[in-house]
């Protein structure tokens, strides 16, 4: 059966939308047929982290309004033919989503792809409501500090209240994914441990992913990290998509390596 998966957060620039990019194209490496919204409508980010963004020339308003139908809409990816992508729009504002049209269009996607991943725009506003209103999970991004906690705890309240689970008395599956982890800040007592993250959203762990300045460059050539095998942020991605698929997969162990001067010297010159 296709599912339903919503990525959000509570907080803007906690890395959202590059893991679901990320994740995205693990699953769909994994042999799944994959679908990527974009419900960030008037901002629309996801296309360049795809390198897609020249590619673009129907949105997902579009399709809802008639405009096209949804094959002109969607856009396959460079290197996987699993992928899909269907951009938000530039020049419409969030409140232009309806919540009828949205379910439509789900219902549409889930007879063609085995994973349909909705990127919803950061904050409690009318576009982020629509994005997760006919969810099935939840990724909830967050950063290992307390802003970015409690926005995020926020978020899972809502969810909680104004899914269409809800209002049937189900409830959506959610899971958390810390993003950008420095291990020598936690060890340090500067940053949220990961049991102090959870703690705070009592909420099962699907993924921790280091920060990276690989990921930076990746963005900006349109390349997610995921295809870095050197990367750890790709592998740790790499684990997450694992993992939504339902596979059992070891956590990195992003603890402080200690290292020897010996083993300094040889790391700086070589």
Known sequence: ????????????????????????????????????????????????????????????????????????????????????????????????????????????????????????????EGGFEHAIAYADRALIISTPDVSSVRDADRVIGIIDAKSEKAHKGEEVEKYVIINRIKPELVE??????????????????????????????STNMGEPIIRDLKAESGEAYRHISRRILGEEVEYLDLSVKKVSLKGFFHEFFC
């Open 1 to 124: 059966m296709s599912i339903v998966i919503t990525v959000t957060s509570g907080k803007g620039g906690v890395g959202k939308s590059t893991t679901l990019a990320n994740i995205a194209v693990g699953m769909a490496d994994e042999g799944k047929k994959v679908v990527a919204v974009d419900f960030d409508i008037g901002l629309r980010n996801l296309d360049m982290l795809l390198g897609l963004e020249n590619r673009i020339v129907y949105n997902v308003i579009d399709v809802m309004e008639g405009k096209c139908n949804l094959t002109q809409a969607l856009i396959n990816d460079k290197h996987s033919k699993n992928l899909f992508f269907l951009p938000a729009s530039q020049t419409n504002d969030k409140n232009v989503l309806n919540k009828q049209k949205v379910k439509e269009l789900l219902e549409t996607l889930k007879k063609e792809f085995d994973i349909i991943l909705i990127d919803s725009p950061a904050g409690i």
């Open 188 to 217: 340090r007592g500067d940053m949220l441990t990961t049991e102090d993250v959870l703690n705070i959203l009592a909420l099962p762990l699907i993924g921790i992913v280091p920060d990276c300045e690989k990921v930076i460059s």
